[in-house]
């Protein structure tokens, strides 16, 4: 806010100028117009919202009721009647598998949102004060990185039994090191502006400095992060039902229809192949969302497809 | 390095606090069903002797003095030293491990190159399906297809696994399908980081002074633009191997491995506890190593950085 | 003197999110054998990209859609980009110095191999007598110690002892004629005043042209014979250097040279600047694209497209309806 001719503005110029202009965001319409120029993109957040809405709508699209045995049509295959055929005690695959979309979506949803959440808050404690905060939680981060994700999870699901809830604190807990480490190097950079500096000058508080001029320009890179998590915690939580540690029958959860195909391998394969389609087209179109937003939010985009 | 133990420290201190909230009696695992007639005072008797009665901070120091002295403990459900259970299982475990990593560094950066400089034409419309193909699927998804595929329906490979001990022939054979399932995702991830790197690298100043010098395009992209864009894939080695053992539990159950992921799931499901905060210590142990080495090559690679540890 | 480069009509466009970038825009220069040229415009004028296409180094989303380049009698369109040919000329004939040493020069790469690399692919030479070679060549640009400087990497220079490692790159083949893009803009302005000096007294002693591209008068005012001034990818005013100072045609070449403070000007003279800022080159009108911040305009421009360049005196043209002087051109 420099005027031609004035050598130094005011201080109280300054406050004005600081607290009339918002932080600079990303210009949205331009982030969604580059977006969707890229087919993939597009096509994974079609994917999405698709299993969403079948998610949402599964009693209304599901021909059976996904608990309901029946163990006199137990293992068929494929038919008119069963269009994925049925499972070792007679429940009706398709309908598990739509109904498996409610809990992957669910599950994932909730553990990438609390992850963010307390990791971001961490990485944002972490970056703005610096010094032996830092350190503390950076220590803490690292050590949690040490151990694999799954492993981690696996031993937490484990310790605080199976369910739904549990899978998604122990998923959440697995998140918390990558949005924490993403949200604190995004911190330290934009820590370096200007106006921060300003803010600083004029007394802006701490709080007020972290959520309204850090936060909004840090939280970019957080937000593709959390849209690929999205994909690596439905893996994980496919993985965790697996190993029998996550969500298990008669649960409608994909994982655990694998797990439970394998006994049946040679004699009904779609058991465990038909959950497996269901988790790919959602890890895909989760991933491909993600890159595209990251290429629409990167500041450098070169203009090119 | 001092870092390194720092954090190995906390972690373990995580583990163990992990596995000592856990409800229920370790004892009922250990007595198994004997455990119903003995009287309280006899199952106080034998905690005792364990030391499961102590404060859980004494026996947390009890641990760390066991296992600076090299002993882990013992397994409640067979009756071993974690360590002897760890030396019979850690080999195929690394055996896997390392064979995925091989295949997975190799390929993965190579594919993304060639993707990278090939940009828009066949060879990188083909590698990024794949790629992004890849990274979707779950590993041990994949690992029970391919067993329905070349075990059960071709019968090419065997279901049971061997041990290198009875048929190294054998042995070698029933390692295919696993290091495949467990090489297809990093490969993947390996594809698409190195294409982006390349990619970045290549709108660089210096490479466009490369090319401002009349360079061929073998000689720019080896000389100039490589070195460049695999620094962030060698970054990534450590996630790599994280990610590699949290794959090799899921493999070595699918393939029936005796390994120290199948160790740790059974710990886990039993609520073995020394086996649980053995198995984890020792991951945890080999990844901060890795990251530590990582850190020596990326100096390596980086002049920047060398001068900075001078 | 012989015409060692002769651009014509010279067009480059870039396909972005935000439409048709006209970059360059019917550009046509003429450098002579051991002449000094300077180009002189704003940022995003379009000098960089015009001398980015001279050495055919644009690539998509940009693409040169039609002129010639030719050069040493060699139309250089009719080449492949990366072909045989244009790798022969790039960095043997025609030479080029970035604006910005520390990221043009690969900082995993020694200085000294950054050199030698060339003198061994375009003089195939050795590597000891490139190495050789390379030691005369840093010591010739002013770099101390030069034979152990040899070893080091980008970051152990300074600013200016990196852009000396440029030109020396730049000048390592003897090349016919060096573009120096900015070279100075990033340094601070001692260096650049040594460094200008380096580089009139290399192209002297290798006998080569040099093309100077900067925003800066005051540089090509000292060194250049022949003056290229750029406005919105098009030349809006060119001659030689006397004239162009002297007598100014063009309205954006007055108002620059008011820009500048003089030390032999009354007091209290205002600086004054060209009030508005530069067109966005996707989006020009067809009339004079200086229109919104011309001082002199009158009917005939707003209504009219464009003018073509016309020849006001000899050896100078201007692109403008209006005679600041008076009388009409």
Not at chain 1, 57 to 83: G, M, N, R
Not at chain 1, 164 to 175: D, E, Q, R, T, Y
Not at chain 1, 196 to 225: D, E, K, Q, W
Not at chain 2, 34 to 45: A, V
């Amino acid at each position: 806010m420099r005027r031609q001719g004035d050598a130094l503005a005011t201080t109280v110029e300054c406050a004005e100028a600081i607290e009339e202009a918002p932080p600079p965001r990303p210009e949205w319409k331009r982030v969604v117009r580059v977006f969707s120029r890229r087919k993939l993109a597009v096509a994974g957040l079609v994917i999405v919202v698709l299993m969403v809405l079948v998610a949402i709508f599964a009693p209304l699209l599901a021909p059976y009721d996904p608990y309901q045995t029946d163990i006199l049509t137990k293992l068929q295959p494929p038919s008119s009647e069963h269009w994925l055929g049925t499972d070792s005690v007679g429940r009706d695959t398709l309908s598990r598998v739509i109904y498996g979309t409610r809990i992957s979506l669910l599950v994932a949803v909730c553990a990438v949102a609390l992850g963010a959440f307390i990791g971001q808050i961490l990485g944002l404690l972490a970056g703005y004060f610096g010094g032996w905060v830092y350190t503390v939680i950076m220590r803490l981060i690292d050590a949690m990185m040490a151990i694999p994700m799954i492993v981690l999870a696996l031993v937490i699901s484990a310790v605080l039994g199976g369910g739904v809830k549990n899978v998604i604190i122990a998923l959440a807990i697995g998140g918390i090191p990558g949005q924490c480490r993403m949200m604190c190097a995004q911190t330290l950079s934009v820590k370096q502006n200007d106006y921060v500096l300003a803010g600083r000058t004029i007394g802006v508080s701490n709080l007020r400095m972290m959520l309204r001029h850090i936060y909004p320009n840090a939280f970019a890179p957080c937000l593709v992060m959390m849209t690929i998590g999205m994909g690596a915690t439905i893996l994980a939580e496919a993985g965790l039902s697996f190993l029998g540690a996550g969500i298990n029958p008669p649960t409608a959860a994909w994982g655990s229809m694998i797990d439970g195909g394998t006994r049946y391998l040679l004699r009904l394969p779609i058991l465990s192949i038909a959950p497996g389609i269901g988790i790919m087209l959602l890890v895909f179109g989760f991933n491909m969302m993600g890159d595209g937003l990251r290429d629409a939010l990167d500041p450098r985009m070169r203009g090119t497809v | 390095m001092f870092l390194g133990i720092i954090v190995l420290l906390i972690a373990s201190v995580l583990v163990f606090v992990m596995m000592h909230v856990l409800p229920g009696d370790p004892l009922l695992l250990f007595l198994g069903e004997q455990y119903l007639s003995y009287e309280p005072e006899q199952l106080d008797k034998i905690r005792h002797e364990m030391g499961l009665d102590k404060p859980v901070i004494l026996q947390y120091f009890d641990w760390v003095g066991g296992v600076i002295r090299g002993d882990l403990g013992s397994s409640l459900t067979y009756q071993t030293p974690v360590t002897t259970m760890i030396k019979d299982r850690l080999p195929v475990t690394l055996i896997l491990s390392f064979l995925a990593l091989l295949v997975s560094t190799m390929l993965g950066p190579t594919f993304g190159v060639i993707a990278a400089i090939r940009r828009g034409k066949w060879q990188d419309t083909t590698l990024s399906v794949l790629a992004n193909l890849g990274i979707t699927l779950p590993v041990f998804w994949v690992g029970i297809v391919l067993l329905y595929v070349f075990s059960l329906k071709l019968g090419w490979f065997e279901t049971l696994f061997t041990p290198a001990s009875e048929d190294f022939g054998k042995f070698v054979m029933s390692l295919i399908m696993p290091v495949f399932c467990l090489s297809l995702f990093g490969t993947a991830a390996q594809t698409r980081q190195a294409r982006s790197a390349m990619l970045e690298v290549a709108h660089q100043d210096y490479v466009r002074t490369a090319w401002s010098k009349g360079l061929r395009e073998r000689v720019v992209v080896f000389r100039h633009m490589l070195k460049n864009g695999l620094i962030p894939v060698v970054t990534t080695m450590g996630m790599q191997v994280s990610f590699l053992f949290g794959g090799a539990v899921m493999v070595e159950k699918v393939f029936n491995i005796p390994g120290i992921g199948r160790m740790l799931v059974e710990g886990v499901n039993a609520k073995d506890f020394q086996v649980v905060q053995g198995g984890v210590l020792l991951m945890a142990v080999i990844i901060v190593i890795t990251n530590l080495l990582v850190d020596m090559a990326y100096a390596w690679l980086d002049p920047r950085i060398r001068q900075s540890y001078r | 003197m012989a015409t060692l480069l002769e651009v014509k009509n010279l067009h480059t466009q870039f396909k972005t999110d935000d439409g048709l970038i006209k970059a360059v825009d019917d550009v046509s220069l003429s450098i002579q054998e051991k002449e000094i040229v300077g180009v002189v415009g704003e940022s995003g004028c379009g000098k960089s990209v015009t001398q980015l296409s001279v050495m055919r180094l644009i690539r998509p989303p940009g693409e040169i859609t039609s002129g010639e380049i030719i050069f040493e009698g060699d139309d250089l369109m009719k080449y492949e980009a990366n072909g045989p040919e244009m790798r022969s000329v790039r960095g043997a004939k025609i030479a080029m110095i970035f604006q910005e040493p520390m990221t043009s020069l690969n900082p995993v790469l020694t200085i000294g191999r950054q050199l030698t690399e060339m003198l061994e692919l375009h003089k195939g030479m050795s590597h000891g007598a490139a190495k050789k070679r390379a030691i005369e060549l840093l010591d010739m640009v002013g770099i101390p110690c030069a034979d152990t400087r040899l070893g080091d990497y980008p970051h152990q220079f300074s600013g200016g002892m990196r852009q000396r490692a440029m030109i020396a790159m730049a000048l390592s083949c003897n090349p016919r004629l060096v573009i120096a893009d900015e070279p100075t803009t990033a340094l601070d302005v001692t260096t650049q005043a040594q460094l200008l000096e380096l580089m009139k007294a290399m192209v002297e002693e290798f006998k080569s042209s040099l093309v100077i591209v900067t925003h800066n008068l005051g540089v090509v005012a000292r060194y250049a014979q022949t003056i290229y001034i750029m406005y919105a990818g098009r030349i809006v005013e060119s001659g030689k250097c006397k004239e162009i100072f002297g007598h100014p045609r063009h309205p954006y070449t007055i108002g620059l040279l008011r820009c500048v403070p003089r030390i032999d000007e009354e007091e209290g003279r205002k600086l004054e600047a060209i009030k508005g800022l530069p067109p966005h080159l996707g989006h020009l009108p067809g009339q004079c694209a200086f229109l919104p911040r011309c001082t002199h305009a009158i009917e005939r421009c707003r209504k009219d497209p464009w003018p073509e360049l016309r020849m006001v005196s000899p050896g100078h043209h201007t692109r403008c309806f209006v005679n600041p002087e008076g009388g009409s051109q």
